[in-house]
């Protein structure tokens, strides 16, 4: 399975776990100039964007040191992208899924 192919099945995983959560997907795999967004979904009153890192090998826990303030940068200037036109209340979130599970960190913003 190919790097691509494995980030295509986490973003899968990602989508049933968040649905199971109430959560209800907007858009896969949105683009913009600044970069991709991997999920958009919505959750009572609040949009959430979603970075899904799909790594089968590692720890559970230890993804969320991937996204590097560039990442952030980039995550944030897409998400801006994509309310420019749809204002509203919004969180910037990731997900991991390992073999060992799945860890959902709502608001990256305000984590590490």
Do not use: C
């Amino acid at each position: 399975m190919s790097q691509y192919e494995i980030g295509l099945e986490g973003e899968r995983k990602a989508a049933r776990y968040l649905r199971k959560r109430g959560f209800q997907l907007q858009k896969q795999r949105f683009k913009s100039r600044h970069g991709e967004i991997d999920l958009i979904a919505k959750k009572g009153n609040h949009l959430y964007f979603i970075e899904v890192k799909h790594r089968p090998n590692a720890r559970l826990g230890e993804g969320l040191q991937t996204i590097t303030q560039d990442k952030r940068r980039r995550l944030l200037e897409a998400a801006r992208a994509y309310l420019s036109n749809k204002p509203a209340s919004w969180h910037l979130a990731y997900i991991e899924i390992t073999r060992a599970g799945i860890l959902l960190y709502e608001d990256v913003l305000h984590e590490q």
